[in-house]
T-cell receptor, first 113, second 109 residues
Framework: NAGVTQTPKFRVLKTGQSMTLLCAQD?????MYWYRQDPGMGLRLIHY???????AKGEVPDGYNVSRLKKQNFLLGLESAAPSQTSVYFC????????????FGPGTRLTVL | AQRVTQPEKLLSVFKGAPVELKCNYS??????LFWYVQYSRQRLQLLLR??SRESIKGFTADLNKGETSFHLKKPFAQEEDSAMYYC???????????FGEGTQLTVNP
């Protein structure tokens, strides 16, 4: 099993450009999450999904959109990138909630100039 | 709303010394608590969770509801323990984890 994979690994954008980050998991997990990791701020939840076709906002959703059209995929979109969105983005998945382990992807390092 | 605080951003110890990474939380209910670890160039992974009451790689953590703490301890640190450690809280009815700011542990030879 590949576990959780993320595409791409690195990306540089100019302010105002758009892009989509792809997260895929092969563990048949119901729950999927997008986090951003910034120095001194830990991991902050952007959006999450509790099942195919559902999405919900996390702590820092502004400037991002998500979609979960298939159970195994969770897409994170930036419609108009800003320098404040320079970060490392992590995707995670879990079987369910209530104590179930979250499994993380390797991360995507995004720089917005 | 729940909150997790890790007061030390950086922690440096010598090999063989005891290490304690502090984690405090605020939540009015009964939380599920976790420690996640990120080694250099690796993805974040679960280290341990309080409901399992297990020891992983020599690390233990006890939930102290009176002090609302979940400190991570190891009696004899090893160089391979150098990593970023995150404490995380999940509410019993929630589907999300709330992470602390993280503590970068360095174990010196």
């Amino acid at each position: 099993n590949a576990g959780v994979t993320q595409t791409p690994k690195f990306r540089v954008l100019k302010t105002g450009q758009s892009m989509t980050l792809l997260c895929a998991q092969d563990m048949n997990h119901e729950y999927m999450y997008w986090y951003r990791q910034d120095p001194g701020m830990g991991l902050r939840l952007i959006h999450y999904s509790v099942g195919e076709g559902t999405t919900a906002k996390g702590e820092v959703p502004d400037g991002y959109n998500v979609s979960r059209l298939k159970k195994q995929n969770f897409l994170l979109g930036l419609e108009s990138a800003a320098p404040s969105q320079t970060s490392v983005y992590f995707c995670a998945s879990s079987y369910s909630y209530g104590g179930h382990t979250q499994y993380f992807g390797p991360g995507t390092r995004l720089t917005v100039l | 709303a729940q909150r997790v605080t890790q007061p030390e951003k950086l922690l440096s110890v010598f090999k063989g010394a005891p290490v304690e990474l502090k984690c405090n939380y605020s939540y009015s209910g009964s939380p599920e608590l976790f420690w996640y670890v990120q080694y250099s160039r690796q993805r974040l992974q679960l280290l341990l969770r309080h409901i399992s009451r297990e020891s992983i790689k020599g690390f233990t953590a006890d939930l102290n509801k009176g002090e609302t703490s979940f400190h991570l301890k190891k009696p004899f640190a090893q160089e391979e323990d150098s990593a970023m450690y995150y404490c995380a809280l999940q509410t019993t009815s929630g589907s999300r984890l709330t992470f602390g700011e993280g503590t970068q542990l360095t174990v010196n030879p």
